[in-house]
């Protein structure tokens, strides 16, 4: 599941681009609403005691007769949460949609590194989230990346992991779900606001979800991986169609809830080009410069 070198090569000098999540922390490279010693000038406010004599701009003060003091732009970090699905039905297919869902979040955490951002990353499962160590610096990606490939088991569900992030996620930050999205919480809107400014919901799709003909035809018996549950269909072209605008109204409800709460709803399947994606697709949707 690590990301291929030449990607990774060609993201080195990419960041991310959230829309509403702010840099609240640490000492990074994003302009923050913060004002007060730093490098890039931002504008000036009138003096008040306690004040810094030396950041009193001379020019102002001949002008107006009045000390007003420089006020410069404080660089800070974004917080970048990444948590990723590890339930039951991410290991349904012999564990290649986990594997994707570990190089989606590979990728993303090496770009919000590369943009000096601080990560953490996330698995969940059974209402409850194993975090990783907090990452800072670009030189930590490796670290991010080998702690993404030791995580290997799945089971349970994914329902309730995203109440258990709650107490863990950023308020200012950017907060990315990689998941299949098929449980998502009957609570979502009322969840959305509280994972962060922003939140990003990425559902990853096996081949069989996007063109269900794979499946061939016939009498089968589909099991659901985390719930136990089966069913006999008999699969014929009114069953795949039905199945793929049951599909098509769900991405379509989530992608309005998100868009509501100020985020974005993306899709990654398995039979997509990573490379396609994350330097074309991702590109044009000012997801990543």
Known sequence: MIPPAALLDRLARSRLLPRRAQASAGSG????????????????????PGDDVRRIDPALYARFGQPFVRQYAVQRQLSVTILVDASASMGADGGKRFALVRTAAAVLGFVALAGGDRLRLGMGRER???????????????????WLSRQHGTGGRFDGCLEAALPEVS??????????????????????PRLGAEVWALQVLSREEEDPSLLGAGEAALMDAESGQEMV?????????????????????????????????????????????????????????
């Open 171 to 192: 308020p200012t930050g950017l907060t990315i779900v990689i998941s299949d999205w098929w449980d998502a919480p009957p609570r979502l809107e009322a969840l959305l």
């Open 29 to 48: 490279e994003r302009r923050s609403r913060m004002k007060g010693a730093g490098l890039e000038f931002a504008d000036h406010r009138a003096y008040q």
């Open 233 to 289: 269909l008999t699969l014929d072209a009114v069953v795949q169609e039905r199945f793929r605008r049951i599909l098509q109204a769900w991405q379509e409800d989530l992608r309005q809830k998100l868009t509501a709460a100020g985020g974005r709803f993306l899709t990654l399947g398995e039979g997509a080009s990573l490379e396609e994606t994350v330097l074309r697709r991702w590109r044009q949707l000012e997801l990543l410069t």
């Open 128 to 146: 409850r989230i194993e975090w990783s160590a907090v990452y800072t610096t670009p030189s930590r990606a490796a670290d991010a990346i080998a």
